[in-house]
C-alpha cells in the first residue's frame, strides 16, 4: 500500500514522553513532506516498550522515486464529513476527519499487495486518540465500500476492524540521523470484502520524532491480500522520509557542497577534499549520535585517523565557521 491510513502521529513531550495532538499530530492546510523507499530486505520492527532503540543504521536509502504529499481542505463529497485530504497524486489521496479529540480515516486509495484499493467509510476507522501517549490504544468497527481498480475494476461492500496503539517510545537510528524522541504507532486494519471475495489486512509502523515533523520519519507497511481472483500475496513497503538527515537539526543548513570522501570504507585514515572555501571543519558520529573526531578542513582538505574507531558505520557533517551543515554523508571503517 502506498499510503495508508497516514497513522499521522507527532510530537508532543511532556515530562519527557511523546505525546500526540491535534495541534502536533493532524495535518492542516498547508502542510507538505515528501518519501522515498528503501528496497533492503530484512528489516523488522522491532521491539516496543519505553526506552526502545529501533537500529536501521544499515539500511539503504534510496534517491527516488520521490513521492510528495500536500494536504488540503477535503471538498469531496464522496468521503463526508472528511475535512482534510492527504494527496501524493494520482490514485494516491486519503481523507480524514480531524478534531480536538481523534483523528478519523474516511477512506481513499490504497495499495495492498499490488492490487489498488479504493475505499470509501460509512464508519470510519479511528486512527488516533487525542492525548495520546505510549500504551494509548483505539479499536473501532469499520465498514463502507471498497472498489479494486487494479488488476480489473470490481466493487462491493466491506466490513473490518482497525486497531492502533502507540506502542514504543526510545531512539530511531538511521543511516545519516539519530532521532533520541520516537514514538511509534502501529496501525492494524482488516478491511473484508465477502461480495468480492477479498481479504486485506494492513500493518503499519510509523517512526515519529517530536522533535521533527509531522509526518513520520520511517514507515513500515506490511500488506496481505486474499482474493479468489488471485489467491494469496504479501508485500512490504519501506518508506523514509526525504531529507531526514536535516530535519530537526539544530543547525540551519546551507545547499550542498561538491565533497571526495576516500577511502571509503577506510581502516586507519580517511580523506575528505572540497573545494568550498567556506567548509572549515568535518565531525564524525556514530550510529547513536555521539561525536566521535573532529578535524579541521584546511585549504579545503582534512585527514581523520580512525585508528580508536571500531568497525562499522559512521557519519558525517561538514560544517561552516557558524556550524552551518554544508555536506552530510557516511562512511565505513572496516578493521
Known sequence: MK???????????????????????????????????????????????????????????????????????????????????????????SYYLSSASDLKYYGGDITAAGAVVNVKYSNPAIVALYPMGLNTTTTSITSGTAAVTTPFPISGAFSGTCHVIAD????????????????????????????????????VYDYYSTDASKAPILTINTSTLNSSFGGQSEQTAITVQKDYEVVGINESTKASIQLSVFPNPASSVIN?????????????????????????????KAKMNLNNLSAGAYMYHVTDKNNQVLKAGKFNVAK
Request: charged share 10%; hydrophobic share 45%.
Open 3 to 93: 499510503k495508508t491510513l497516514l497513522s499521522l502521529s507527532i510530537l508532543f513531550s511532556v515530562a519527557a514522553s511523546a505525546q500526540l495532538t491535534q495541534a502536533n499530530h493532524a495535518f492542516a492546510a498547508g502542510d507538505k513532506y515528501s518519501t522515498v523507499p528503501s528496497n533492503t530486505t530484512g528489516i523488522v520492527p522491532g521491539a516496543g516498550g519505553a526506552g526502545a532503540t529501533w537500529n536501521y543504521s544499515t539500511m539503504t536509502v534510496n534517491a527516488s522515486p520521490i513521492v510528495s504529499y500536500t494536504a488540503a481542505t477535503s471538498s469531496n463529497a464522496a468521503y463526508n464529513p472528511a475535512n482534510i485530504a492527504v494527496s501524493g497524486g494520482a490514485n494516491n489521496t
Open 168 to 203: 514504543g517510545t526510545g531512539t530511531l537510528i538511521l543511516p545519516l540521523k539519530t532521532f533520541t524522541n520516537t514514538i511509534r504507532v502501529v496501525t492494524s486494519q482488516t478491511i473484508i470484502a465477502a461480495s468480492l471475495s477479498t481479504t486485506v489486512n494492513l500493518v
Open 272 to 300: 575528505f577534499s572540497t573545494e568550498s572555501m567556506e567548509a572549515v571543519k568535518v565531525i564524525a558520529y556514530d550510529v547513536t549520535g555521539k561525536v566521535v573526531a573532529t578535524e579541521a578542513l584546511e585549504m579545503g
